[in-house]
């Protein structure tokens, strides 16, 4: 952050600091003013499990703090994340430290359940300037932040090597413009084996929310209500509806698999437009499919994405903020930023580690660091869940053409308005 | 003393109240009520904390809306959460469908238990061998058995290569995926993994049927179906009303299967979204609503109850024997 904005903001946060300390000092930050009066403490840091390379990484990540601090860490893994942690939380045993996935985070920052993080940073002069900004903006709300990003995951596209070539073409020729995709797919479509579909994508609100608000207009407006059927959502829309149903755009479960990263590496389909997790995936699993990946086409000349991130946020009921403090700290510094992405294989959410890494020169994940800069983050105020709940419930009937795209957009668009009032206002 | 007379006669003067007996009688009387109170001890503690309170506070919070995160403030709001039940479209749709599963799954899963126990106790070969066999689904984890199904289900899996094969489909069908699909297939997989248990059940039932009845229905000249229908059947009506009572139970309550073929949103569209799906969407997934969780709670309890009842009386009336 620049220093015109710190020097009001500290004089802010003192007088807060001064305001509720008066009060009780309840809400006082407790960054320690001498990191080794932490030695020997012990946090509880609450996570998912992820993939093999990430708990490795994740181990050595601890080990590393431990070194480096004196604090204990201990590992609570949730295999069923947001219905354990929710128990844990109403429940008081709730980790110092946990992921925090962006999508969640309005709901339960409303909850008061995180600890608003702005003083602590302040205090210790970290740099947020580094952080790619979507991913930060993603833990912000009611400008306080909740949370910092420990990596984050965009969108792009995937391509079949050997598919393509065989149909004639080259990685070029896949057009930049999400207007020009259509008529290419109808083209690659001629030419490509039988039983092999153009393109594949997962049809939900994750990842539609940036194509829907291309022209413009939110998913969710000022008092959190559900706004699916504007004529821009519709018009922005309409091209996937038609491509599904000339079949030039299927979904994962069209063709028997559960995410669409298996029907690509089963070489069920020559394009695909899904994360960056996908790469490890298909290299793991499907050593012989040889792929490609670019930047997903721009929409009326705009480039868009999904950016997904995960944070670590501090457990407002924590008696050990501090100490959790120190670990969101050194987890979300170069040192920490490194082992862990390096190790996992994830984009970093500091710009400086994606450059040390040479992301960007990294044929495949290129793309998606690319992204980082422009994409949108999957997240949208407290009411998103009930939104997404209905966009993903009643879009495969538009795709079927059991509606029309208006009708269904409508629907969701009422059944989830209608939920958001009675439940959440 | 005076006092407790008092209330004894005022509650219920036909309740039996104990007659005011000599001091000595009635000492040895409570210690002897002391001390069966004392067994029952653990199990009354275990039965009310995790039983009796935890269905008195969900009766209690179906009244307000809630937040349970830090400091936990309630709002009484009556029969708000009730009436929004009521207006709720999408409460309508998992009703549907979870009665629906209910009036295909019961009767036949009842049906076959009946059946294949009929047939495992008649006497023929390696009965034991099939009894054991026939019973391990019923062993497995119902979530391991979903993935199985979903497997055989799937769009490239054995169920739709032997039907293309044989020629009863042209292309293979999207079991799981399909609006129209969905729902049977759980069905399907319900009663495949629900009739051994009952089957069990059954068969304890039929050891209690005196052979007699056979052979004097033998010498009347009654062929096996006969049998089946005017012994078997009618002499097993306790088992089978406690078979079917378990079996609605378990139907309303279907959630595991929903859950993991439609990873949690009972899509697609709606066709497999079941009351406990509901209910777990609104306590787990959006936050702040569990008030509204409890009283779709406490409503599935009702019509678990009424229909259970409904059934019982249904079936009391036909038997007669």
């Known amino acids: ?425 | 003393m005076g006092t407790q007379l008092e209330i004894n006669r005022r509650t219920d003067a036909a309740s039996q109240a104990p007659p005011p007996k000599k001091k000595k009688g009635s000492e040895r009387n409570r210690r002897e009520s002391m001390q069966g109170i004392t067994f029952m001890l653990p199990t009354l503690i275990i039965l009310v904390t995790f039983t009796l309170l935890p269905i008195a506070y969900s009766l209690f919070l179906s009244f307000t809306r809630v937040n349970l995160f830090g400091g936990i403030d309630f709002q009484w709001v009556g029969f708000d959460n009730y009436v929004n039940a009521w207006n709720d479209d999408r409460v309508w749709t998992a009703l549907k469908n979870t009665f629906r599963y209910a009036v295909f799954v019961v009767p036949i899963q009842t049906a076959i238990a009946l059946l294949m126990a009929a047939v495992l106790n008649s006497g023929i070969r390696f009965q034991n061998t099939f009894r054991t066999i026939y019973f391990l689904p019923t062993l497995t984890s119902s979530s391991a058995l979903t993935m199985i199904f979903m497997f055989l289900f799937s769009l490239n899996g054995p169920i739709n290569n032997v039907l293309v094969s044989l020629g009863f489909l042209e292309a293979p069908v999207n079991f799981i995926n399909e609006t129209d699909f969905a729902l049977t297939t759980i069905m399907v997989m319900n009663i495949w993994s629900t009739v051994p248990f009952f089957m069990t059940i059954y068969l304890a039932g039929l050891q209690d049927i005196p052979s007699s009845l056979y052979e004097a229905a033998s010498l009347d000249g009654a062929n096996a179906w006969q049998k089946l229908m005017k012994i078997t059947v009618p002499n097993l009506t306790p088992v089978t009303n406690y078979v079917l009572l378990m079996g609605i139970i378990g139907c309303f309550q279907l959630f595991d299967q929903a859950y993991i073929i439609s990873g949690g949103t009972g899509g697609p569209n709606n066709a497999t979204l079941t009351f406990s799906l509901i209910i777990y969407q609104y306590a787990f997934k959006t936050i702040g609503t569990m008030g509204y969780a409890s009283a779709l709670a406490i409503i599935l309890t009702v019509i678990i109850f009424a229909v259970s009842m409904l059934a019982r009386k249904l079936n009391k009336e036909e038997s007669n024997y």
């Open chain 1, 1 to 425: 952050m620049n220093k015109k904005v710190s020097k009001p903001l500290s004089v802010f946060v003192l007088s807060g600091l001064v305001f509720t300390a008066a009060c009780g000092g309840e809400e006082e930050a407790q960054v320690a003013s001498d990191p080794s009066e932490l030695e020997g403490k012990e946090i509880t840091v609450g996570t998912w499990k992820g993939t093999d390379a990430e708990v490795k990484a994740f181990d050595e990540l601890l080990a590393a703090f431990t070194d480096e601090t004196g604090i204990k860490v201990k590992k609570k893994v949730y295999n069923d994340y947001q219905t354990q942690l929710q128990t844990d939380l109403v429940g008081g045993t709730a980790p110092d430290v946990f992921y925090v996935d962006a999508f969640l985070a309005p709901e339960l920052s409303k909850q008061g359940v995180l600890e608003p993080i702005d003083q602590y940073v302040e205090q210790t002069e970290k740099d947020l300037g580094d952080f790619y900004e979507p991913a930060i903006n993603a833990f912000k709300s009611e400008d306080q932040l909740f949370g910092l990003p420990k990596d984050y995951s965009t969108l792009g596209l995937y391509y079949n090597k050997k598919m393509i070539e065989d149909a004639g073409f080259t990685a070029d020729d896949i057009p930049t413009e999400m207007e020009d995709l259509p008529g290419f797919l109808k083209e690659l479509q001629g030419e490509l084996p039988s039983g092999v579909t153009p393109a594949i994508t997962s049809s939900e609100l994750a990842r539609h929310m940036f194509v829907l608000q291309s022209g413009g207009t939110d998913i969710v407006d000022g008092d959190g209500k559900a706004v699916l059927s504007q004529q821009d959502q519709l018009a922005a829309l309409q091209p996937l509806v038609d491509a599904y149903q000339d079949k030039l755009v299927q979904r994962p479960a069209d063709l028997g698999q559960g995410w669409a990263g298996d029907s690509f590496g089963a070489e069920k389909a020559a394009i695909m437009i899904e994360g960056n997790w996908a790469i490890s995936h298909i290299q793991q699993n499907f050593p012989d499919v040889e792929m490609g990946t670019k930047e997903v086409p721009t929409i009326g000349g705009d480039s868009g994405s999904m950016m997904f991130t995960v944070s670590y946020s501090l457990n407002s009921d924590s008696e050990e903020k501090a100490a959790g403090w120190e670990f969101i700290d050194y987890a979300t510094s170069k040192d920490g930023m490194k082992i862990w992405s390096e190790g996992a294989g994830v984009l970093p959410s500091l710009k400086s580690i994606a450059e040390e890494l040479n992301l960007q020169d990294d044929e495949l994940k290129a793309p998606f660091v690319a992204a980082g800069a422009y994409a949108t983050p999957w997240q949208k105020g407290d009411s998103l869940s009930i939104v997404a709940r209905e966009y993903n419930n009643l879009l495969p009937a538009a795709l079927k053409g059991d509606m029309t795209l208006e009708e269904a957009m409508k629907k969701a668009e009422e059944t989830a308005n209608k939920d958001i009032e009675t439940q959440l206002q």
